[in-house]
């Protein structure tokens, strides 16, 4: 494992001799930048903005040229054994095909190194591959498939035709057997030609699907034995990539604080008990930590940035902090982060504690509440204080699972629940059926345009960093939103958003999404940016009452 100098070390330019360090190094998969952190982002956004030699575009140039891929920037402020402050920098994945660049950490395993076992054995199964798509769009190949397709063919053709010649034939000898007398010895000659005639058709035929098996045979061997030879370099190609992820897998190794060394498969392994997603290990935080603790640095507070143009699945905003990713990061880092003096959490917290749920409706058969926010509609992985549990531990007997539809944990407003069966199954079926009116109202953080219009975006949830959802038109469920402005509210839009489909986080991304409004939500701490609360209310909602079955509706307001 290499030491590398501490020249990588940033010295602030900003005077931060008054600003007090932070207790506790901040918890990276939520949480909001301390201080030093924010003016370590600004300090390196005004170097990244002074590079004109990096050979990457990240899509704020119009005039550049080649692929926009906006990146992840990391700072990590720490402290030298002297108690002098500075800040390491990082990027995830690699920069314009290069894992180093000066101002940098290194990563902490270099897939890139010319000299290394990855790229020697990349160029070989670069080989492999070439080889398999010049077999595989070989013009031999091509003239055996279409034999083999002319052969099909002709063989049902010529026995159909053959079918069909002996079915008129055996009809017209069946007519002329029931003229004849078999007494006859004229009659009886005519028959046994007859007989004859049917015996040589059946002949005939057996001999032609064999002359057509054989034919059959003969392309099929000489197919076979052309996609034996690639599946022999598929499988080549299978078991090579299959060990170079094993080695590739041993070499990222990770220290911790407490100076303990786990590689990427053991982290893994231990705590989910699955392989390493593909780019495991290259993010910015994973590399910081690691760089920190080989060069005897002590962390203090770290923030990770977007820095680029917003991808066409994920929301992602130039300058904008996020946390670190669940997928890829999360195991590295439980493991990196032990032993130092962490903030605790806030998923294990409970954020609806001391919070009261009104009821602002109740019949023998529904009733509603008005859902506060940072408050769970059901029980959660860590957390089972929710609307679900309040309500059956006010009402013990009720039947039925209760909860008809969910609103995000962030998102207060109107929510209907069943006291009975009947009711539930009758409300739910009107969900199903999109027959249930909702309005909910935003506060947006900016100005929109158009100012009303429908969003329509597919969604899915992101797989390396749940519960995000990402825009995908591939695999995504149809998401559909209406929308319409209803005021401007110092500088910021006030909106009315009517969903057409129900779809997890739909108007948080219909909202923030490029391709959507382009305007997060006020205090979007996912899509957008953290605030008091996520500007976000369901305050109207229209159904057919499960008992009388006329509508009813129900509207709470709430001024953001």
Not at 321 to 337: D, Q, S, T
Not at 423 to 434: D, E, G, M, W
Not at 469 to 494: D, P, R
Request: aromatic content about 10%.
């Amino acid at each position: 494992m290499p030491f590398y100098f501490a020249s990588m070390i940033h010295k602030f330019k900003t005077n931060i001799s008054e600003i007090p360090l932070p207790e506790k190094f901040n918890y990276p998969l939520y949480y909001s930048p301390h201080k030093l952190a924010i003016i370590a982002s600004e300090e390196l956004q005004k170097y990244l903005s002074s590079l004109t030699n990096l050979d990457h575009n990240f899509g704020l140039d119009e005039n550049q040229n080649g692929m926009i891929i906006g990146k992840m920037f990391g700072v990590l402020v720490v402290q030298k054994e002297k108690g002098e402050l500075g800040y390491l920098a990082a990027f995830s994945g690699k920069l314009g095909n290069s894992n180093h660049h000066i101002g940098f950490v290194p990563p902490v395993f270099d897939l890139l190194d010319t000299e290394g076992f990855f790229k020697k054995e990349e160029i070989i199964i670069n080989e492999l591959n070439k080889n398999i798509e010049k077999l595989e769009n070989s013009v031999t190949l091509e003239n055996i498939i279409l034999e083999k397709m002319k052969i099909e063919e002709n063989t049902l053709l010529d026995l159909n035709k053959i079918k069909k010649e002996i079915k008129e034939n055996k009809r017209e000898r069946d007519n002329i057997r029931k003229k004849l007398d078999p007494t006859n010895e004229s009659d009886s000659k005519k028959l046994e030609e007859l007989n004859k005639n049917s015996i040589r058709e059946s002949y005939f035929l057996k001999d032609k699907i064999a002359y057509w098996k054989t034919k059959k045979e003969e392309i099929d061997i000489q197919y076979n034995s052309l996609n034996d030879e690639i599946q022999s370099l598929k499988i080549e190609r299978k078991q090579r990539s299959s060990e170079c992820q094993k080695q590739i897998f041993k070499k990222y190794t990770f220290f911790n604080a407490e100076k303990k060394l786990k590689s990427l498969n053991t982290i893994f392994s231990e705590e989910l008990q699955i392989i390493p997603p593909a780019g495991a290990g290259e993010c910015a935080a994973p590399k910081l930590l690691q760089y920190a603790y080989l060069n005897k640095l002590e962390p203090v507070c770290m923030a990770e940035f977007w820095w680029g143009a917003s991808p066409a699945s994920e929301v992602r905003k130039h300058k904008h902090f996020y946390p670190a990713c669940r997928g890829k990061c999360e195991p590295i880092l439980n493991h990196m982060l032990k032993g130092l003096i962490v903030e605790e959490n806030p998923m294990l917290l409970n954020p609806a504690e001391n919070k009261n749920l009104p009821i602002i409706y109740e019949d023998e058969n529904i009733l509603l509440v008005n859902k506060p926010a940072e408050f769970l509609s059901v029980p959660g992985k860590n957390i089972s204080d929710s609307v679900y549990t309040r309500i059956k531990a006010i009402y013990p007997d009720l039947t039925g699972p209760i909860i008809v539809h969910r609103l995000d944990m962030s998102t207060s407003g109107l929510l209907v629940l069943a006291k009975n069966l009947k009711s539930y199954h009758h409300l739910q079926k009107q969900f199903l059926k999109r027959q249930v009116k909702k309005r909910y109202v935003a506060l947006l953080d900016g100005i929109i345009n158009p100012k009303e219009g429908i969003i329509d975006l597919p969604l899915r949830v992101d797989l390396d960093d749940r519960p995000r959802q990402v825009v995908c038109y591939e695999f995504g469920k149809q998401a559909k939103t209406e929308f319409e402005e209803i005021e401007i509210v110092n500088n910021k839009s006030k909106v009315y958003f009517y969903p057409i489909t129900g779809r997890t986080h739909q108007l948080r991304v219909h909202a923030s999404h490029k391709n959507g409004l382009n305007t997060p939500i006020k205090g979007d701490d996912l899509y957008g940016t953290k605030s008091d609360r996520l500007c976000l209310h369901a305050e109207y909602i229209s159904f057919r009452h499960p008992e009388t079955n006329q509508f009813v509706s129900f509207q709470v307001k709430e001024d953001f």
